[in-house]
């Protein structure tokens, strides 16, 4: 790995084209939307998405783009409502992403058109995480049987998501206690209490780590996630620097997909 791969965009552009845009990915714990109308909202790998219970129950990922205009729907991080209305012109959907309505002087010509509906990717659930997909179902990443979930805590890191995965995958190797699911996932068990590490790339330099605790409540992990977070951020100086990721196992499998994802992206420009 490059420092510039670390500081830069182009790197994180050839990662959304070849990682983000072709695995599973997750984007929250199933409990962070239990009721009808809860929403989470996100941009990972660069793909600005949200994750919204409908009345039925069902657990909908929506492109968080208007088909108006393209601008987004939902600008805030999570909430709950009973539609999703854009604020720019005001084209308004169900739970299910369906369109509405619009207001006349830009109301479409075919209100009936199914493609005024918010894109719906692939999604799925295992092990109590949300998972999408942008090219094709998701295939199913199953981190094992999981104690009731109690809360998830929510860390920006001035970091790339590179540096982030590095640091949780240090000194682990895979075992029935340390599972890691490429690209973003890693869950630890600790005694009756099970964390699932979510990680986030916002952007090149900037990451939002999903703490997900089952077992126990969120408020038991927050110091934990603050390490993290200072940790994080010094080793980020540190790759910048040039300064390279300590080895191991799971560190070492980890550059080499990369190195494959990065490949690929050349052999297709």
Not at 192 to 220: K, S
Not at 243 to 261: C, E, N, Q, S
């Amino acid at each position: 790995m490059k420092f510039e791969d670390y500081s830069q965009g182009d790197a994180f552009q050839a990662e959304k084209r070849t990682v983000f845009s072709t695995q599973a990915l997750p984007l929250c714990a199933e409990g962070q939307v239990a009721r009808a109308g809860d929403f989470i909202s996100a941009t990972v790998g660069g793909w600005g998405v949200v994750a919204v219970r409908d009345k039925d129950g069902a657990v909908h990922v929506l492109r968080n783009a208007c088909r108006h205009q393209n601008m987004q729907v939902v600008s805030t991080p999570a909430g709950t409502c009973e539609s999703f209305r854009c604020r720019f012109h005001g084209w308004t959907y169900d739970l299910q992403g369906r369109f509405l309505s619009a207001p006349p002087p830009v109301a479409p010509k075919d209100p009936q058109s199914p493609d005024l509906h918010l894109a719906s990717l692939p999604t799925a659930i295992a092990s109590g995480i949300v998972f999408f997909s942008l090219a094709g179902p998701p295939a199913t990443i199953d981190v094992g049987s999981l104690p009731p979930y109690g809360g998830t805590t929510i860390t920006d890191i001035a970091c790339n998501w590179k540096v982030c995965i590095e640091h949780l995958l240090a000194k682990h190797a895979p075992s029935a206690d340390f599972t890691w699911a490429w690209p973003l996932l890693v869950a630890r068990r600790a005694g009756a209490m099970t964390i699932v590490e979510q990680v986030v790339p916002h952007t090149f330099l900037r990451t939002r780590l999903f703490t997900h605790v089952f077992g126990g409540v969120a408020d038991d992990i927050k110091q934990a996630a603050a390490t993290i977070k200072r940790d994080c951020e010094a080793l980020q100086l540190e790759r910048v620097g040039g300064k390279p990721a300590a080895d191991g196992t799971l560190v070492d499998d980890f550059h080499r997909r990369l190195a494959d994802a990065y490949a690929q992206d050349l052999s297709t420009t």
